[in-house]
């Protein structure tokens, strides 16, 4: 695979180092186009008209969840729920789902994942169980000793944002299956970066966000199993969610259709499926062979400078597109600003939204190198001589 040449599809690379992809990934002209497109060719609404534009909406929208079903091997196309995003998509579970028993999560969950978890409990008495890291790694054998049947919900982050690193999802499905329990995962920073087969990992709910994977802001999607899909209450209800209503009553619409009420972001649907089309034609364990050779040449180029330290497994193939690192005791932000200001290279500081883990370390947040298939070798240098410079700066 020619990465040099994919970088040639994001022109803004001419002029910085990018890396901070885990927040908001850039996007390629392919996708900009066909968002373009739905703005200057068929700007209407779908699932409203008989007449030729609408129809043309909901041909470019069915093509769009055709998409994203051959990137994900999902089943059905119905089981994809189209939302904002994985925070969404998150709380329309949380909220939507009849949940009585415990909820099992990771501690380094985002906050879209356990802020909801945290306000369910409260409301409806039930315990929040969290499953300690052991050396950064997800412990197994701590979450086997916490999972019983008395637990209804297996929520956790697939893919770290913190560190890069991935919990063993198939592991924990089978003991969470086991034990009667449904399991979702916060497939945000998986889903851009690896190779993700529902069908074979057999996670009841998955969710993600168009934003970190080439596709445009506002757009998210809600995988589920169909049973459980069933069972969902809509979280908003209104036009395109029914089949008929009358004055005290209405006929709800089938999956998915129930749960995406008002009219749709159309042009983010069509352009997540275009990235989703995109991603699939460059091959998702060539993004992620591509993001380890990278982050190996920052890990190495990092590692040796005295004061630092780089959060998550110590192996860098453990946390191929992340690599986050704090600097004595400098401030992250600072650390981030110069790199920007001298350099033009772009990080992410702070907590990360993971306030919990770097509360629970007393660290008041890192500087975050987030990579993509559009990063390479030049990019990984940049960083470390980059930071070098930095760092007799700052002292």
């Known amino acids: 695979m020619n990465f040099e040449r994919i970088r040639q599809d994001f022109p803004i690379l001419n002029k910085l180092v990018y890396l901070d992809s885990a927040c908001m990934s850039l996007k390629p002209i392919q996708v900009i186009e066909k968002?373009?497109?739905?703005?200057?060719?068929?700007?209407?609404?779908?699932?409203?008209?008989?007449?030729?534009?609408?129809?043309?909406?909901?041909?470019?929208v069915f093509k769009a969840r055709k998409e994203i079903q051959k990137l994900?091997?999902?089943?059905?196309?119905?089981?994809?729920?189209?939302?904002?995003?994985?925070?969404?998509?998150l709380n329309l579970v949380y909220n939507g789902l009849n949940i009585k028993g415990n909820i099992i999560t990771t501690d380094k969950e985002h906050n879209s994942n356990l802020l909801p978890v945290i306000k369910l409990c409260r409301e409806r008495g039930m315990k929040h169980i969290i499953v300690n890291s052991n050396n950064c790694v997800f412990d197994l054998a701590d979450f086997e000793k916490k999972m019983n049947k008395?637990?209804?919900?297996?929520?956790?982050?697939?893919?770290?944002?913190?560190?890069?690193?991935?919990?063993?999802?198939?592991?924990?499905?089978?003991?969470?299956?086991?034990?009667?329990?449904?399991?979702m995962l916060d497939g945000a920073q998986s889903a851009?970066?690896?190779?993700?087969?529902?069908?074979?990992?057999?996670?009841?709910?998955?969710?993600?966000?168009?934003?970190?994977?080439?596709?445009?802001t506002g757009i998210g999607m809600l995988y589920g199993k169909e049973e459980i899909l069933e069972k969902l209450n809509p979280l908003i209800v209104g036009g395109e969610t029914v089949t008929n209503s009358t004055y005290n009553s209405y006929e709800i619409e089938k999956v998915p259709n129930r749960f995406e009420a008002g009219l749709q972001h159309y042009s983010g649907i069509i352009g997540f499926g275009e990235a989703c089309n995109y991603l699939r034609k460059v091959g998702m364990d060539n993004i992620m062979k591509q993001e380890l050779k990278v982050n190996q040449i920052i890990d190495d180029g990092l590692r040796p400078i005295g004061g630092i330290n780089i959060l998550g497994p110590e192996d860098v193939r453990f946390r191929p597109g992340i690599t986050s690192f704090?600097?004595?005791?400098?401030?992250v932000h600072q650390i981030a600003l110069l790199l920007d200001h001298s350099k033009k290279i772009m990080m992410r500081s702070g907590m990360h939204c993971v306030h919990s883990w770097f509360n629970k370390h007393n660290l008041k947040g890192s500087v975050r190198a987030s990579l993509y298939l559009y990063n390479n070798e030049e990019d990984a240098h940049k960083l470390v001589e980059g930071f070098k410079h930095v760092t007799k700066v700052i002292g």
């Open 72 to 89: 994900f091997n999902i089943k059905k196309e119905s089981q994809i729920v189209f939302s904002k995003n994985t925070t969404e998509s």
């Open 150 to 183: 008395g637990i209804s919900l297996v929520s956790m982050v697939h893919t770290s944002n913190l560190d890069g690193s991935t919990i063993p999802a198939k592991e924990i499905i089978k003991i969470a299956h086991d034990n009667n329990s449904i399991v």
């Open 326 to 331: 704090t600097y004595k005791n400098k401030d």
């Open 35 to 60: 968002i373009n497109e739905y703005y200057k060719e068929y700007p209407g609404c779908g699932g409203r008209g008989v007449h030729s534009i609408s129809k043309k909406v909901d041909e470019e």
């Open 192 to 216: 851009p970066h690896k190779e993700i087969d529902l069908k074979k990992l057999d996670a009841d709910l998955f969710a993600c966000s168009g934003h970190k994977m080439l596709g445009p």
